[in-house]
């Protein structure tokens, strides 16, 4: 089982694969992207991570979409349905802390 | 970018190895291709560093390697594990304050990494080829029972090949193989294949896949009905030379011609078995002379179960002595006894010297890599013994704290590891990639596990030990007082003897280093100055070998060669252009030749067939009398030009012109033995090698005596440009129009000069760098050390300062202290030094084990790069501030 709250990085390959099918460069991509350089994804780090959340079920490897431009047998990743769903548990979770905590400061 | 010439990418590659296999399976390649991409946006951003950007990589590397091979499972955290998860966190939090320490302090990080990968690097590399060149085993079963066999003469201290009657009487009377074979092999001409060939033909005896007991890949091997004479010829083929070369056409289509005979191939043998001397193909050969003394054959045979090669020796020594006692005394030629040695160790041969001197300059690099490693972790782990006590006294217990230090120090070993690794598989490909280099066996050489792991054992306890020192230390006395004196640069600096000694070894160790190779740079120097006795600009040589079918008496061979002699004269590059039996430096045979028509006087000399246009177009100069010519024709009457130094071993002092030599056993003419009158004396040349005196040669005209032309013959022209490449041309145009058949090698004289060099080059460029890395870790140990002690001694420093020092005087007593550490280390490495440049005393030429010049230069040397280094931070410790310094307390 992962762990409540699920760690940063996994929660942001997650959010990253919530938008589309990615390939490796293209998460690290785009979780750099959306923390605003805060979080790098080293590789060891990454590959690993999509290890564990592939063996909870919360993402699978899928073939390149037809059409991508890389000619080079990438891995592609996708959300499951149960990925999806423990995203978004997660996201509904962390949006009542956030809401607490913006309470309180507020207070 | 290609893959195979990206360093990073290999360093990056080789470190994913950590993971386990099928995790590296399924993303290894893709973590490659992120990896290039984070490489590509650092070098268009420029940030992080590039040593930021590499630690972390590689910290991100190791760290989650450790978790995904040790760790406990991420998922899902079953409460058992949850001690292992603790370790782990805890493991995970050292390995990231190791990482941050390390970054931290980018300069010991990176001479510690530099250390531990050239120590083991080239301790890995060396012990590769070493071990690949003398110690794996040989392609067969058992190889270690296969022993080579030469004839022996005590008084004279030399082996010789042997004769045929010895080896049918030992193989008669001998009960210690299971089988002894008698062989020979020679580069010839072969025909039938898809083009003509020069194949390396290995001529054998009956018993001989007794010895290399293989099994064919097709067809069958030789049987004793083969190797009766007069029988069909047979020939074994090897597997890649039958596939290449002759598409693995059906056996019974294939005949080949093979230096005369038409030889039905019978079989097909695996590829590694490449004995005598590289053969592609074997054939039975027979003996042509009963002689004791014709040294023709090479022996090899298998030792029987329980035999060792002492006993062997010790029994063929009784046979000769028995069967040789009733011959006619000859005591130049005659065996007196046997050697028997194991057959790695003559493959081996002259190369083994050198590489076990290597080896041991290696254990010598990585000991100074090891000194200096100790040092300065020492040094640091002194200068952080404030923190340690710092952080005792915030609770963290004793093992808390080593365990910290382990990590770091393993941290920086396996950072060093993988430099080292790749470090040694940069060299372990540069050295085969030397093809010049004449190693045995070079392409079998790879990267030895054995050895990695033994260096790598090897420097991470120095790591470990000298890392942990301190924290032991520590752990023994009240964290108080340490605390106290941190400041002041602690209590526990440890004696100054630990320093000397440090830096004392390193400074002889390097020492002995520098002394061997400046040793070997000197006699290389010395050997560059010895006049080969050619001319070799623009002389070009080609070893050409007729087909003995379409050329069957020796006097075709020699008409065949005075019409490509005329052909080639006629050629506009070329000017001039001769036939010769012998190549400077490729070796010169040589025998008892008869003097002054009495065959009981007698000299040994080299005997070669030489016409007019060889001396000219090697550049030998007549000192007197005079050369071939027309005179000298098959019906004339025979004559011989003799070298100077043959001149004057046979007749010193006197003339020699008009004198006599017979060609002894070593042409056609051995029993009736002619004598030819010396019609002229020639300038020597160095036959052998330049680093032997030049040969005793006698010259015949292959006019009157053709015989050994059938075997022996090589065109040398001389090009009338002085270009080379032009005279190969042309020399390849004249040949192709007089017979297309003849596959030749060309090669230049300069080609061959520095090819006869190779070996005592290789062994020097690989001493120099040793020595060079030696001392550049000396001059940083060093470096290092009295850094370190000026450190230690600011507030004394500055206090000397406040209370009126001059400069000048600080400096002095900096340096002085310093200098005294590598006086110890010179006057220790001067006499180790004396004691073992004796084992290189076989590779020098011209100057002696303890050569002043060396001795003086290096001396001076070293002590110039001690006194650079010392000067460093001596230099800083004038400019300390006294007031900085007391409030520092």
């Given at each position: 089982m992962i762990p409540r709250p699920m760690k940063p990085q996994w929660f942001q390959i997650l959010l990253a694969l919530a938008g589309e099918d990615l390939h490796g460069i293209g998460i690290q991509s785009e979780v750099l992207r959306r923390t605003e350089g805060h979080m790098h994804l080293w590789p060891a780090m990454l590959y690993r991570s999509l290890e564990t959340l592939e063996g909870e079920g919360l993402l699978c490897r899928i073939e390149p979409p037809a059409g991508a431009p890389d000619d080079e047998r990438r891995q592609y990743y996708t959300l499951t349905a149960p990925g999806r769903a423990r995203l978004a548990e997660e996201a509904e979770m962390l949006g009542r802390w956030v809401a607490d905590a913006k309470k309180a400061a507020a207070t | 970018m290609t893959p195979q010439l990206d360093t990073g990418l290999h360093v990056y590659r080789g470190a994913l190895r950590l993971f386990p296999r099928d995790f590296r399976l399924r993303n290894g390649p893709d973590m490659e291709r992120l990896f290039l991409h984070l490489r590509a946006q650092r070098e268009r951003t420029g940030t992080p560093s590039r040593f930021r950007f590499w630690t972390r990589l590689l910290v991100d590397t190791l760290t989650h390697a450790l978790r995904e091979r040790w760790g406990a499972p991420p998922s899902p955290p079953s409460r058992t594990a949850h001690g292992t998860r603790i370790l782990m966190s805890n493991l995970a939090t050292d390995l990231r304050f190791a990482a941050r320490t390390l970054v931290q302090s980018p300069l010991f990080t990176v001479v510690a990494v530099l250390t531990l990968a050239l120590g083991m690097g080239a301790n890995t590399a060396i012990f590769s080829v070493v071990n690949s060149v003398l110690l794996r085993s040989l392609p067969y079963p058992e190889p270690d029972a296969v022993v080579w066999v030469d004839e022996w003469q005590d008084t004279r201290s030399r082996s010789l090949p042997v004769a045929w009657p010895n080896f049918s009487d030992w193989r008669e009377q001998s009960r210690s193989f299971t089988g002894l074979t008698a062989f020979n092999g020679w580069t010839t001409t072969v025909l039938g294949a898809d083009r003509p060939l020069r194949v390396r033909v290995g001529g054998i005896t009956e018993d001989f896949w007794k010895v290399f007991p293989v099994r064919p890949v097709t067809g069958r091997l030789t049987v004793p009905a083969d190797h009766v004479e007069g029988g069909p010829g047979v020939v074994v083929l090897r597997e890649d030379f039958w596939r290449n070369e002759l598409s693995a056409r059906p056996l019974d289509e294939v005949v080949l011609e093979v230096a005369g005979e038409r030889l039905q191939a019978i079989g097909v043998v695996p590829s590694a078995l490449d004995f005598p001397f590289g053969a592609e193909l074997w054939r039975p050969v027979f003996p042509t002379s009963t002689s004791r003394t014709a040294h023709n054959w090479r022996v090899v045979g298998?030792?029987?179960?329980?035999v060792t090669p002492e006993m062997a020796d010790q029994e063929l020594d009784a046979i000769t002595q028995a069967v040789v006692a009733d011959e006619p005394a000859d005591p130049d030629f005659l065996a007196e006894g046997a050697l028997v040695l194991p057959l790695k160790e003559q493959l081996a041969g002259s190369a083994r010297r050198p590489l076990l001197l290597l080896l041991g300059a290696a254990a010598l690099v990585l000991?100074?890599?090891?000194?200096?490693?100790?040092?300065?972790?020492?040094?640091?782990?002194?200068?952080?013994?404030?923190?340690?006590?710092?952080?005792?006294?915030?609770?963290?217990?004793?093992?808390?704290?080593?365990?910290?230090?382990?990590?770091?120090?393993?941290?920086?070993?396996?950072?060093?590891?993988?430099?080292?690794?790749?470090?040694?598989?940069?060299?372990?490909?540069?050295?085969?990639?030397?093809?010049?280099?004449?190693?045995?066996?070079?392409?079998?050489?790879?990267?030895?596990?054995?050895?990695?792991?033994?260096?790598?054992?090897?420097?991470?306890?120095?790591?470990?030990?000298?890392?942990?020192?301190?924290?032991?230390?520590?752990?023994?006395?009240?964290?108080t007082p340490a605390l106290k004196a941190g400041a002041r640069g602690g209590t526990l600096g440890g004696g100054r003897g630990v320093w000397t000694a440090l830096v004392g070894s390193e400074v002889a160790l390097a020492f002995v280093l520098l002394v061997g190779s400046g040793l070997l740079v000197r006699s290389f120097a010395t050997l560059l100055d010895v006049d080969s006795g050619v001319d070799i600009e623009g002389v070009v040589t080609a070893d050409v070998d007729l087909s003995l079918i379409k050329y069957e008496e020796a006097a075709d061979h020699a008409r065949f060669y005075q019409e490509l002699e005329a052909a080639l004269v006629a050629e506009p590059e070329i000017s001039h252009a001769g036939v010769v039996s012998a190549v400077p430096l490729a070796g010169v045979p040589s025998g008892r030749l008869d003097l002054d028509g009495d065959l009981s006087k007698h000299t040994v000399g080299g005997y070669v067939l030489a016409s007019a246009g060889f001396f000219d177009a090697a550049g030998l100069q007549l000192i007197r009398g005079r050369l071939f010519d027309g005179r000298d024709g098959p019906d004339g009457a025979h004559v011989v030009v003799v070298s100077q130094s043959f001149a004057d071993q046979a007749w010193p002092g006197e003339d020699p012109i008009g004198r006599q030599v017979s060609g002894g056993g070593m042409d056609a003419f051995w029993q009736e033995r002619p004598f030819a009158t010396v019609i002229g004396v020639v300038s020597d040349v160095h036959y052998r090698s330049l680093a032997r005196e030049a040969d005793p040669v006698a010259y015949f005209p292959p006019a009157q005596r053709p015989s050994r032309l059938r075997f022996e013959s090589n065109m040398v022209v001389r090009a009338a440009t002085g270009d080379a490449a032009q005279a190969t041309a042309a020399l390849r145009r004249a040949l192709q129009r007089l017979d297309p058949d003849?596959?030749?090698?060309?090669?230049?004289?300069?080609?061959?000069?520095?090819?006869?060099?190779?070996?005592?080059?290789?062994?020097?460029?690989?001493?120099?760098?040793?020595?060079?890395?030696?001392?550049?870790?000396?001059?940083?140990?060093?470096?290092?050390?009295?850094?370190?002690?000026?450190?230690?001694?600011?507030?004394?420093?500055?206090?000397?300062?406040?209370?009126?020092?001059?400069?000048?005087?600080?400096?002095?007593?900096?340096?002085?202290?310093?200098?005294?550490?590598?006086?110890?280390?010179?006057?220790?490495?001067?006499?180790?030094?004396?004691?073992?440049?004796?084992?290189?005393?076989?590779?020098?030429?011209?100057?002696?084990?303890?050569?002043?010049?060396?001795?003086?230069?290096v001396t001076v040397l070293l002590l110039g790069a001690a006194w650079v280094a010392a000067l460093l931070p001596a230099q800083r410790s004038t400019r300390i501030d006294p007031l900085d310094a007391m409030r520092a307390d």
């Open positions: - | 298998r030792l029987a179960p329980g000991l100074v890599a090891c000194t200096n490693l100790a040092s300065t972790l020492l040094a640091r782990g002194e200068t952080r013994q404030r923190e340690m006590a710092i952080r005792a006294s915030m609770g963290a217990d004793r093992g808390r704290l080593l365990r910290q230090l382990l990590t770091e120090s393993l941290v920086l070993a396996a950072l060093g590891g993988g430099a080292g690794l790749a470090l040694a598989a940069v060299l372990v490909r540069t050295l085969r990639s030397l093809g010049t280099v004449s190693l045995p066996r070079l392409a079998e050489i790879s990267i030895d596990p054995v050895a990695l792991a033994f260096t790598a054992a090897v420097v991470i306890v120095t790591a470990l030990v000298f890392g942990l020192l301190p924290a032991f230390r520590l752990s023994g006395v009240d964290v003849v596959p030749p090698r060309f090669s230049s004289m300069e080609t061959r000069l520095v090819g006869s060099l190779a070996e005592r080059r290789f062994t020097l460029y690989l001493l120099g760098a040793f020595a060079g890395v030696a001392l550049l870790l000396a001059f940083v140990g060093i470096y290092g050390v009295v850094s370190y002690a000026v450190a230690r001694h600011t507030r004394e420093i500055g206090i000397r300062l406040a209370l009126g020092a001059q400069p000048g005087a600080v400096r002095k007593t900096v340096l002085a202290g310093a200098m005294g550490m590598v006086a110890v280390g010179l006057v220790v490495g001067v006499v180790g030094a004396v004691a073992s440049t004796r084992v290189l005393t076989s590779l020098l030429y011209g100057i002696s084990p303890t050569d002043p010049v060396t001795l003086v230069t």
